[in-house]
């Protein structure tokens, strides 16, 4: 079974731009959280997506948002990029989305801001 | 609020040593809690969860609702062990609250 994937690996923006991450779930699998990973901050959360429908989100500003397709495969745009937003992207999906299930996450894409 | 404190950043010891990585949550209802590992080089996985009661390559961790803690311990620690180490909550809001997370570094 392929795990989670996301794509790009790494991405250089500069600083005004927007950006489009891309996250493939394990098959089967229709609940997609997204977390933003920073050294100084660990993993918070951003949003999370069920059935294309947008379940919770995170203290993120307006400027980060999703979305889930029909397949539950996930996007996450982030517009007006900032030097701060400058992490690693991780994307996880449950096969449910309860709150026991185990999350499965990808390698994360990159994300430099200059 | 909902909260995971991770008080160490970094947790070095000695081969054969125990080993306890403390966490810290702050919840109003009953959380279900979770230790996640990323070792170098790969993806962030479940080590364990409190609700199985299970030991995983010998790391157990007990929920204590009383001081709102979650350790993961281990009585010898083994190189192949060095990781961070995340402690994470669930509260039924279909997210998890992570800590800031947990070197670990297993000393020869």
């Known amino acids: 079974k392929a795990g989670v994937t996301q794509t790009p690996r790494y991405l250089i923006k500069t600083r005004g731009q927007q950006v489009t991450l891309s996250c493939s779930p394990i098959?089967?699998?229709?609940?997609v959280s997204w977390y933003q990973q920073t050294p100084g901050q660990g993993l918070q959360f951003l949003f999370e997506?069920?059935?294309?429908?947008?379940?919770n989100k995170g203290n993120f500003p307006g400027r980060f948002s999703g979305r889930q397709f029909s397949n539950s495969r996930s996007e996450m745009n982030v517009s007006t990029l900032e030097l701060g937003d400058s992490a690693l992207y991780l994307c996880a999906s449950t096969q449910s989305g309860g709150i026991s299930t185990e999350a499965f996450f990808g390698q994360g894409t990159r994300l430099t801001v200059v | 609020a909902q909260r995971v404190t991770q008080p160490e950043k970094l947790l070095s010891v000695f081969k054969g040593a125990p080993v306890e990585l403390k966490c810290n949550y702050s919840?109003?209802?009953?959380?279900?809690l979770f230790w996640y590992v990323q070792y170098s080089r790969q993806r962030l996985q479940l080590l364990l969860r409190?609700?199985s009661r299970e030991s995983i390559k010998g790391f157990t961790a007990d929920l204590n609702k009383g001081e709102t803690s979650f350790h993961l311990k281990k009585p010898f620690a083994q190189e192949e062990d060095s990781a961070m180490y995340y402690c994470a909550l669930s509260g039924g809001t279909y997210k998890y609250i992570f800590g800031t997370g947990t070197r670990l570094k297993v000393l020869a």
């Open positions: 919840y109003s209802g009953s959380p279900e």
């Open positions: 098959s089967g699998h229709r609940s």
């Open positions: 409190h609700i």
């Open positions: 997506y069920f059935s294309e429908t947008q379940r």
